[in-house]
């Protein structure tokens, strides 16, 4: 069974540092890009950015591009979203999701974690 | 705003089909996908490729292209059918992804 184990919740500061994590398991993890969006609360999906784990090639939204960091471990088969500096803007759900393959389409799914950023 | 615009809100009787639309430039040149999101749930994938369906995906979900305009189409809308519904294509560019603003889909 495929699945994409998101780390938990967070709460920081603005300025602070943040990681979280998504865990690919039930294939072959190196073979499928995974992307990540964000849904800020009540608002719409937003894709943010798209890495293949297999060469680690990793494209940004222009919209996101300088703003997050996307990495990924092989080793253990997890993906990154990270930020140097959050702000209060980016308090918000963040999705992991896999492409299918040859097609520009999001199959399975994280479920999900909240980052709220607040003094 | 988004490159790929949808209607904010529809609605439709139990039984009855609806369409759901979403417009944007890249339709000429790239297919939709479809997602169904239902509250406090991550999203879950309806359509690919115009007019495909993921496993478990019922038979009355169905999409379609023409021109610059993408639409997902429920014929005999259910209950569980009441969820936000989000349109993703390429962008203009072909270089990156993105999502129209979203449906919210009322049956009543």
């Known amino acids: 069974e495929v699945q994409l184990v998101q780390s938990g919740a967070e709460v920081k500061k603005p300025g602070e540092s943040l990681k979280i994590s998504c865990k690919g398991s039930?294939?072959?993890?190196?073979?499928?890009?995974i992307a990540w969006v964000r849904q800020m609360p009540g608002k719409g999906l937003e894709y943010m950015g798209i890495?293949?784990?297999?060469?680690?090639?990793?494209r940004y939204s222009p919209s996101f591009q300088g703003q997050v960091t996307i990495s990924v471990d092989r080793s253990i088969r997890t993906a990154y979203l990270q930020w140097s500096s959050l702000r209060a803007s980016d308090t918000a759900m963040y999705y992991c999701?896999?492409?299918?393959?040859?097609?520009?389409?999001?199959?399975?799914w994280g479920q999900g974690t909240l980052v709220t950023v607040s003094s | 705003s988004s490159e790929l615009t949808q209607v904010p809100a529809v609605s439709v009787a139990l039984g009855q089909t609806v369409r759901i639309t979403c417009q944007g430039d890249?339709?000429?040149?790239?297919?939709a996908s479809w997602y169904q999101q239902k509250p406090g749930q991550a999203p879950t994938l309806v359509i690919y490729?115009?007019?495909n369906r993921p496993s478990g995906i019922p038979d009355r979900f169905s999409g379609s292209n023409s021109g610059n305009t993408a639409s997902l189409t429920i014929t005999g809308a259910q209950a569980e059918d009441e969820a936000d519904y989000y349109c993703?294509?390429?962008?203009?560019?072909?270089?990156?992804?993105?999502f129209g603003g979203g449906t919210k889909l009322t049956v009543l």
């Open positions: 993703n294509s390429r962008d203009r560019s072909g270089n990156h992804l993105v």
């Open positions: 890495i293949y784990p297999g060469d680690s090639d990793t």
């Open positions: 890249s339709f000429r040149s790239y297919y």
């Open positions: 999701a896999r492409r299918l393959p040859n097609y520009y389409s999001f199959e399975y």
């Open positions: 039930g294939y072959s993890f190196t073979d499928y890009w």
């Open positions: 490729a115009k007019n």
